[in-house]
């Protein structure tokens, strides 16, 4: 490992320990400080993997204040490991402020790949991958929760949440009002877990299996929404029947060069007509 002092950026498992790298095992046990979310919580994971590496606690109630200690481990020499709870951290997780601030006193930040819940159940949702938006969490209220969805309820990409079990219900409640009842959406639960679970289908109909089973009421959620799919306008004129309608105008009346245009493009010549008038052609 490059000896030079840096903030190491280092995912952990989403549930299953197996998932984590050698790289990442590698890193922990080389720094010289683990900064952790829950320092209690990561202790398992690192206890686990026989890391004894010294840690502290960075999380959203201290990042900032502690940001200036951080760069101040790293300007004696000493690299520095950013762990979060579970994933990738900034992931809907601290450190954000943590990060900015160590690029900004001049030091290295070295990712690692790994584990992110996200991009994890997006790959099995069946839902297209081309292009997403992260949205981390939806709002606690619900006129928070419908004001975040009507604003994105256009939004072409698949659109990816993360959510609690308490509030899953209340979510999917929202989703069918703001995007509609026939939304296709995947929700994916305790995804690397043992009981992991992917239910898709319309949002009315995911909506109803989770109110039937409790149990999809439980452990950590993400769900996932298909983008907005723009309606074919039905009485839209393709380029190249305008191009057509032009030139047979140019030549013959307008009611014919409509009627030809249509015959050759299989369109409806009132369409042409009309748009014949408004182009005057």
């Given at each position: 490992?490059?000896?030079?002092?840096?903030?190491?950026?280092?995912?952990?498992?989403?549930?299953?320990?197996?998932?984590?790298?050698?790289?990442?095992?590698?890193?922990?046990?080389?720094?010289?400080?683990?900064?952790?979310?829950?320092?209690?919580?990561?202790?398992?994971?690192?206890?686990?993997?026989?890391?004894?590496?010294?840690?502290?606690?960075?999380?959203?109630?201290?990042?900032?204040?502690?940001?200036?200690?951080?760069?101040?481990?790293?300007?004696?020499?000493?690299?520095?490991?950013?762990?979060?709870?579970?994933?990738?951290?900034?992931?809907?997780?601290?450190?954000?402020?943590?990060?900015?601030?160590?690029?900004?006193?001049?030091?290295?930040?070295?990712?690692?790949?790994?584990?992110?819940?996200?991009?994890?159940?997006?790959?099995?949702?069946?839902?297209?991958?081309?292009?997403?938006?992260?949205?981390?969490?939806?709002?606690?209220?619900?006129?928070?929760?419908?004001?975040?969805?009507?604003?994105?309820?256009?939004?072409?990409?698949?659109?990816i949440f993360y959510e609690s079990p308490h509030r899953i219900v209340q979510s999917l409640e929202s989703i069918v009002k703001a995007l509609g009842e026939d939304r296709q959406i995947v929700m994916a639960r305790e995804v690397t877990k043992t009981f992991e679970t992917f239910l898709s289908g319309t949002a009315a109909e995911v909506l109803a299996m989770v109110m039937a089973d409790d149990n999809q009421q439980k452990g950590e959620i993400v769900l996932m929404c298909h983008g907005f799919i723009q309606q074919q306008d039905e009485d839209a004129v393709p380029k190249v029947a305008i191009e057509t309608l032009t030139l047979l105008a140019a030549e013959l009346p307008l009611k014919k060069a409509a009627a030809i245009a249509a015959q050759i493009h299989g369109l409806k010549k009132n369409a042409l007509y009309k748009l014949g008038l408004e182009l005057d052609l």
């Open positions: 490992m490059d000896q030079t002092a840096a903030l190491y950026i280092v995912p952990t498992p989403i549930g299953n320990y197996a998932d984590i790298t050698s790289r990442a095992i590698e890193v922990l046990n080389q720094v010289s400080l683990i900064a952790c979310e829950d320092t209690r919580h990561s202790g398992k994971l690192l206890s686990h993997f026989g890391i004894s590496t010294r840690k502290t606690a960075i999380h959203d109630h201290n990042e900032r204040d502690r940001a200036q200690w951080i760069v101040e481990q790293l300007a004696t020499g000493q690299s520095v490991a950013l762990i979060s709870d579970a994933g990738t951290p900034l992931i809907s997780d601290p450190g954000y402020h943590l990060v900015k601030h160590v690029r900004e006193a001049g030091y290295k930040v070295v990712p690692l790949p790994g584990a992110c819940a996200a991009i994890t159940a997006l790959s099995a949702s069946g839902l297209p991958s081309d292009r997403f938006s992260f949205e981390g969490f939806l709002p606690a209220k619900e006129k928070g929760r419908l004001d975040k969805l009507s604003a994105l309820q256009q939004d072409p990409r698949t659109l």
